[in-house]
């Protein structure tokens, strides 16, 4: 599916290396960071025991089109599992599933209760403003359940002094638009800041189907040869509105009262797969979702010690149709889901810090759901009483406490201990175990290990889903070890220079993973029958200097081999599943970001690389059996303008640069090359407002 261009892309990997960061508005901010000197062997007590990737506001801001699944596909080594842009897009830890990624917005989890997951195509990057992901054991520190790991994201409660505005204008190739705008409002002690995202789409790009096979004949109706179709993506158009409101006090004397709301209106359009041979205009297969998430907040300081307290709702509607015309102008509905999910919300926590030898902190929070799913077209008989999906509440109880010593400068332990309930059954204590050693000050090298147990309980469909629910599943439980080094290090002559990196060996094995398999009454069931062993090495590795003055180089890669081995009792006699990788997990994943600044110009080229990925657990190397592996390329230029009464950002993107032929998912097409143009404005209100401050995060 794709040819070799593997010195084209050794080519680019070297290039990369001159590659450099930061944009116009950061350069300057950008020099003074390099010039600073290293800070040797200390950190916050509060990052003991943690190991997180960081994304900084240049990568979470580079245009107004990426959602957190594009971010973390070019500046991560986790596995994003996408079915195109606009569709769904999953992201999975160390060789797990997405269900074992937990996801919180302002520390609230907002993973569905009902999959268990989170679609990371619904979540702007431009309504991001913190975003980090704790590894494997660092998720306990947070939440339970993240067997893989946890992708924490936020927003930064403070903003520039006086009215700030801003607008982008992004268009696209196959009729893509995107607009982008924020309203701020910064004084003593109010913050407030709008933000609102709208995108559409008609998403109807070009690709070969390799799928099909069309004849060539020759004047006498003979076969001579055959070639695959280029065909249209059919009936994926899509229409995204979110909108964002924040709304902060801060009283100066310790205590800041929040609230934030965010609301999504989403009508997409799910395309028709490569081996469908129907007339899309025969068919119509639409997603369509409204959610609201909000958070109230209270946080109080005081020298030594902080409490916060939490309360939000979340109300999520979302309907699944699809429908085909049978006969002309004789339509019949197929598939009517619906569902509704509502869930509360609390949250306390507490931090104490002493000495400076000590750091305690405890946290308990409470998710209370309220679950409505069916499926208009199934209706199931118990007796005489018709069944048409489920309602079911559920409330989710977790607990932390955590201590974290510093008995020497060079040396830091951590412990934490987490207790869970879900419905009625409590999970085993979920112990974590962490210490950080300061090897050399020079480098600031450092060694890392930890184990933690980690327990995960069904999602309400794995229990009941109709048909197939399974209430009798046991939870998915496992112990992880974590063990690694890193390094931080930077000097000023002859030019400044910064780097530092980072290698993590995991190991990683859960009992009782559950899989959705097939049944003798044509439906498919969910059942406790893999043991999994995951295990693999996560690199880091990031460069920044400036060889001259104004000239910014930066290069940040990531890297990670991910076996994930079915290790569990046989299904069956014939099955050849146990000793093989499960499906569509890599074993070799990998991401390059390399940026540079000159002036008022800069350069960004991102790649991303997958190895093949099986969709049979039986690892065949069948036509449908399994996906090549795929490189991604994506470039863009970026200039400046001052005027007196507005400045402004232009920006030309081209993605897919090398207009790879590619699948994410079986049968699912993906873009080639294609072309994006943002104009940003952000006018000029008076004198220069100040750069906001950011929390420590």
Known sequence: MRTDRSYIYLFLCILNFALCTGTYAQSSQRMHNLREVVVWGKRPMKDIGVQKTTFDSI?????????????????????????????????????????HTQVTWNGMRI??????????????????????????????????????????????????EGVNLQYVQGVGSFSTFDEFARFTYGSEHWHVSSRVVYSSSPNDYKYINHDKKVNIYDD???????????????????????????????????????FNAWYINSNRELPMLTTDYGNERNFENRQREQTLRSVLSWDHRRDGWKFAAKGGYIHTWMAYDY??????????????????VNTFYGQAEGEYNPTRKWYFTANISAHQHFVRSEDKNIILQDGDKAIVGYDKG????????SAKWQPINPLGLSLVLRQEMFG????????????????????????????????????????????GGNPDLKSEHGWTYDAGASFDVGWKAP????????????????????????????????????????????????????????????????????????????????????????????????????RLTWKSWSFLYKWAYYSERFTMSSNDYTITGHLPKYYMSNVSLEKGLKFKPVDLQLKLAVNNLFNEDYLSVLSRPMPGINFEFFVGITPKFGKKKTEPKTDNY
């Open 111 to 160: 993973n569905n209760p009902m999959l268990g997951m989170t679609d990371f195509s619904t979540i702007p990057s431009y309504f991001i403003d913190q975003a980090s992901l704790l590894h494997g054991t660092s998720s306990v520190n947070e939440t339970g359940g993240g067997l893989g790991g946890l992708v924490k994201l936020g927003t930064i409660p403070d903003v520039a």
């Open 323 to 340: 429908k085909r015309e049978v006969a002309e102008n004789n339509w019949s509905s197929m598939t009517r889901s619906r569902s509704r």
């Open 394 to 401: 559920r409330i989710e109880l977790s607990g932390s406490a």
């Open 220 to 258: 006498d109706k003979n076969i001579i040869g055959q070639y695959h179709p280029t065909e249209r993506n059919r009936s994926g158009a899509y229409k995204d509105f979110h909108a964002l409101q924040e709304v902060y006090y801060n009283t100066n004397n310790g205590d800041r009262f929040g």
């Open 59 to 99: 990568a979470l801001k580079e245009n107004i089109a990426l959602s957190m699944a594009d971010i973390l596909t070019f500046n991560s080594s986790v596995f994003v599992k996408s079915y195109g842009r606009a569709t769904l897009s999953t992201v999975a830890f160390r060789g797990t599933s997405p269900s």
């Open 495 to 594: 030019f400044p220079v910064s780097m530092g990196g980072s290698v993590t060996w995991f190991d990683s094995r859960i009992d009782d993973w559950i899989i959705w398999l097939p049944t003798t009454k044509g439906f498919f069931s969910p059942r406790n029958v893999k043991k999994v062993h995951a295990y693999g090495i996560e690199g880091k590795l990031n460069i920044a200097f400036e060889p001259f003055k104004g000239w910014i180089f930066d290069l940040n890669g990531s890297y990670s081999w991910t076996p994930s081995i079915n290790e569990g009792e046989k299904m069956s006699p014939a099955d050849q599943s146990v000793g093989k990788q499960l499906p569509y997990v890599p074993k070799h994943s990998a991401s390059l970001t390399g």
């Open 424 to 467: 009625d059954k409590w999970a085993p204590v979920i112990p974590a175990f962490f210490i950080d050693g300061l090897l050399s000050r020079k480098g600031n090298v450092m060694l890392k290990a930890s184990v933690s147990r980690n327990h995960k309980f069904p999602t309400l469909n794995d229990l009941y889903f109709l048909p």
